[in-house]
């Protein structure tokens, strides 16, 4: 793998997650959302399963270790928030896998809820520019990396 393909990667997950975002917004503002456009586990969304089966390769390397942590630990809380918002807006489906396909369980929010979904998002936000920031703090590392320590954990 060369670096280039290494730093594309790397991009493509920081919009994954920035669209993965801006689908939470949209539930909250009452846009047409159905429960499966926004992966409630972290290892479901496009972020994450770039994190989980590419990112995390990188933390045999010691200057990288500490970062990856803090980017797991924020991506888990993310998705805990956004839990919080989708009890909101989403009914807990107990029907098979296929009829969940089907019918989106979108449920009327009252106008506390929608409240309450609104701090949550706010929350998130905060949270995702944390994320975003130790992700930048991994990407410049990930740059100054030699080529040839990269490759040893490819």
Same mark, same amino acid.
Not at 14 to 42: F, Q, Y
Not at 79 to 88: E, G
Not at 91 to 100: G, T
């Given at each position: 793998? !060369?670096?280039?393909d290494?730093?594309? !990667?790397?991009?493509?997950?920081? %919009? @994954?997650?920035?669209?993965?975002?801006?689908r @939470?917004k949209? %539930?909250?503002?009452? *846009?047409p959302?159905?429960?499966? *456009?926004?992966?409630i586990?972290?290892t479901?969304? =496009?972020?994450?399963?770039?994190?989980?089966?590419?990112? %995390?390769? /990188?933390?045999n390397m010691? !200057?990288l270790? @500490?970062?990856?942590d803090?980017i797991?630990?924020?991506?888990?809380?993310?998705?805990?928030?956004?839990l919080?918002?989708y009890?909101i807006?989403f009914?807990?489906l107990?029907?098979?896998?296929?009829?969940?396909k089907?019918?989106d369980?979108?449920?009327e @929010?009252? %106008? =506390?809820?929608?409240?309450a979904? /609104?701090?949550h998002?706010?929350?998130?936000?905060d949270?995702?520019?944390?994320l975003?920031k130790?992700?930048?703090l991994f990407e410049?590392?990930?740059k100054?990396? =030699?080529?040839? =320590?990269l !490759?040893?954990?490819?």
């Amino acid at each position: 793998m !060369q670096r280039k393909d290494i730093v594309s !990667q790397v991009v493509a997950a920081r %919009l @994954a997650h920035a669209k993965w975002v801006r689908r @939470a917004k949209h %539930l909250i503002e009452n *846009m047409p959302v159905t429960s499966g *456009m926004i992966p409630i586990d972290s290892t479901e969304c =496009e972020f994450g399963k770039w994190f989980y089966a590419e990112g %995390l390769k /990188y933390k045999n390397m010691p !200057q990288l270790k @500490a970062v990856l942590d803090k980017i797991d630990r924020l991506h888990e809380e993310i998705h805990n928030v956004y839990l919080d918002i989708y009890k909101i807006y989403f009914v807990e489906l107990k029907r098979s896998w296929f009829m969940s396909k089907i019918i989106d369980g979108r449920k009327e @929010a009252s %106008l =506390e809820q929608q409240k309450a979904a /609104y701090r949550h998002y706010i929350r998130l936000e905060d949270v995702s520019v944390l994320l975003m920031k130790e992700f930048d703090l991994f990407e410049r590392t990930l740059k100054n990396v =030699e080529m040839k =320590e990269l !490759q040893k954990l490819l």
